[in-house]
Structures are given as structure tokens and as C-alpha cells.
């Protein structure tokens, strides 16, 4: 169910977040929430 990837992926990349440095992960965040806004 492509609802569970989704989340599983999400969680993948909040632990890859969470090892950026924090100008990264700014961005990233930045861009997750332009695209979770979009859905």
C-alpha cells in the first residue's frame, strides 16, 4: 500500500535530516514542506 511507503520514506529522510548539517537541513526542510503543502 502506497500510503505506508510513502510514510516509510518520509522517516527515512527525517533520519538523513537529522544528520545534515543544520544550512542543509533547512533546505530540506524547506522543500518537505513545499511539497507536503502541494498534496
Known amino acids: 500500500n502506497s ?3 510513502e ?3 518520509e522517516r527515512a529522510i527525517d533520519k538523513m ?3 545534515l548539517p543544520e544550512s ?3 533546505f530540506y ?3 518537505l514542506k513545499k511539497r507536503t ?3
Open 24 to 26: 542543509q537541513k533547512t
Open 3 to 5: 500510503y505506508y511507503l
Open 29 to 31: 526542510e524547506y522543500e
Open 37 to 39: 503543502n502541494k498534496g
Open 7 to 9: 510514510d516509510t520514506i
Open 17 to 19: 535530516v537529522e544528520t
